[in-house]
């Protein structure tokens, strides 16, 4: 089952506060499956096999289906485990009458049956959207830390009404205050922004480059904050650490200190990442996709490649490097300050042409023959458009990362019906105590 589309009509009578379910299959979007006098109730913080008792979150009598959060196991799972990170534990932010924060829902579940529970939550996805029966097992990245914690090389917080660093409820508006976030690598802890009062703030962002290069925090400001109080800010943030101020309607990033960019290192490539520019979060991903993509795609010298989705060129480069001064690789980002950075990252390849656009369009405007595609989109997928765009070059491979089961599901069945195959799949956890995964596709010209 897939989570539910966010928007439905508005209930007109209110649901039981309390209800106590029975929880069947886990649900694509960190939810299980429970039944309450007929309807479906899409309960988080539960385990399959569980008796717990739950707080409707969203509901009403003439709603087709409601959500709840746990507030007490009655009968729990031997799969169940004490949660790592007290703010996002469910039950007991319920004893604390609050919700618990976003962003670890799945850490209450052992990480050996969160990975087999995000196995099966892809297999039902590819059956549902693909038409697919595959068994799928999901990997740890090699050289994860036993405990799932401190892979987060990226992190958003919101600011208090008291000016304290906070996080959201799950679709909510209501800010609880944090402290340590142990999904994130220590670069960020280390900087105690807990300790700050940061009235004048929206929000925090911070990214912390896995190799322990610069960290840059970026500061959103409310309205009406002035630029004497972010730079009084930015002086309160530990010293050695870039700042800059940010505002993402207008797009603006304001150096107050050190470089508005982060410098990311993969394999023997270095790039650099402007503001709030896309970088794979967990601080195995890339050297884990960028070989998933590799060992897949089987890049030749002297072919014709395409990196769709490109971002800061983490692919392109190490794509560029295989198909060598003979080869060609086309590198198509939408984001002009993410392919800014590419032009800056890849300068030095003769066989990179960069293209600022979107995918879509860009592969309406050029007709270039391609022995290979390699695309990551966001979550949301590629879309039929640019499936068919792409099969229509007919590349002997295409090598598909994808963040989202459902869309790449969904996609990948566009694949199928032109006539591809889906030769191998790889489904890594790259999020651990979220619900998220990550996933590399080999797609291939034939029938299954
Ligand atoms: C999941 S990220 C992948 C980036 C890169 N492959 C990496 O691993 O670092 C997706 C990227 O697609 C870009 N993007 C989103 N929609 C796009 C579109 N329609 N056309 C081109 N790029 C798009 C985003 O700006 C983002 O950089």
Redesign the pocket.
């Known amino acids: 089952m897939t989570e539910p589309a966010p928007t439905r009509p508005a209930p007109t009578a209110p649901a039981p506060q309390l209800i106590e379910l029975s929880i069947g299959a886990p649900a694509h979007g960190g939810h299980f499956v429970a039944r309450h006098e007929g309807r479906v109730v899409f309960v988080r913080h539960a385990l399959p096999g569980e008796r717990v008792l739950a707080r409707v979150t969203d509901g009403g009598a003439d709603a087709g289906f409601w959500r709840a959060d746990t507030v007490e196991v009655l009968e729990a799972s031997a799969d169940r485990v004490e949660h790592p990170w007290a703010p996002a534990d469910a039950l007991a932010a319920a004893k604390a009458g609050r919700p618990p924060v976003g962003g670890a829902e799945f850490g209450h579940i052992a990480l050996a049956a969160q990975r087999r529970l995000k196995g099966e939550i892809f297999a039902e996805q590819l059956q549902r959207l693909a038409k697919l029966e595959r068994e799928v097992t999901v990997e740890a990245p090699e050289g994860e830390y036993d405990d799932g914690l401190g892979w987060r090389t990226r992190a958003a917080f919101g600011v208090g009404p008291d000016g304290r660093l906070a996080m959201h409820a799950h679709r909510s508006d209501e800010l609880i205050p944090v402290q340590v976030m142990p999904l994130a690598v220590d670069a960020i802890n280390d900087l105690r922004l807990w300790d700050l009062d940061l009235t004048g703030l929206e929000r925090v962002e911070v990214a912390a480059p896995a190799d322990g290069s610069t960290p840059l925090v970026l500061l959103v400001p409310a309205a009406g904050t002035t630029p004497k109080r972010l730079a009084k800010l930015a002086e309160r943030i530990e010293p050695g650490v870039s700042v800059a101020a940010w505002e993402p309607e207008s797009g603006r990033l304001t150096r107050l200190r050190g470089r508005t960019w982060v410098a990311e290192t993969s394999g023997a490539h270095q790039y650099r990442v402007t503001g709030d ?4 979060i967990h601080r195995l ?2 050297a884990t ?1 960028t070989s998933a993509v590799m060992d897949g795609v089987a890049p030749r010298a002297g072919e014709r490649m395409a ?9 392109t480069a190490r794509l560029a490097d295989a198909v060598g001064v003979t080869g060609n690789v086309l590198s ?4 002009p300050a ?1 392919s800014k950075d590419a032009r800056k990252n890849l300068h030095g390849f003769g066989q990179i042409e960069i293209v600022q ?6 592969l309406r405007s050029q007709a270039q023959v391609l022995d290979a595609v ?1 695309l ?5 997928g590629a879309g039929k458009a640019v499936v068919q765009a792409v099969a229509s070059r007919k590349p002997r491979v295409v090598g598909y ?1 994808a ?1 989202d089961p459902a869309s790449f599901a969904r996609d990948l069945g566009y694949f199928l019906q032109l006539g591809w195959k889906l030769d191998s799949l790889r489904v890594f956890d790259l999020y651990p105590h979220t619900h998220h995964m990550e996933s590399f596709a080999v797609l291939t010209p034939g029938t299954n």
Not at 277 to 280: A, K, S
Not at 307 to 315: K, R, S, T, V
Not at 332 to 335: A, I, L, R, T
Request: aromatic content about 12%.
């Open positions: 520019g896309f970088w794979q991903a890339p996709l990196d769709l989705y490109a971002g800061a060129g983490l692919f198509v980002e939408g984001s993410a656009g979107k995918v879509e369009r860009v390699v990551d989109p966001p979550r949301a990362v963040c």
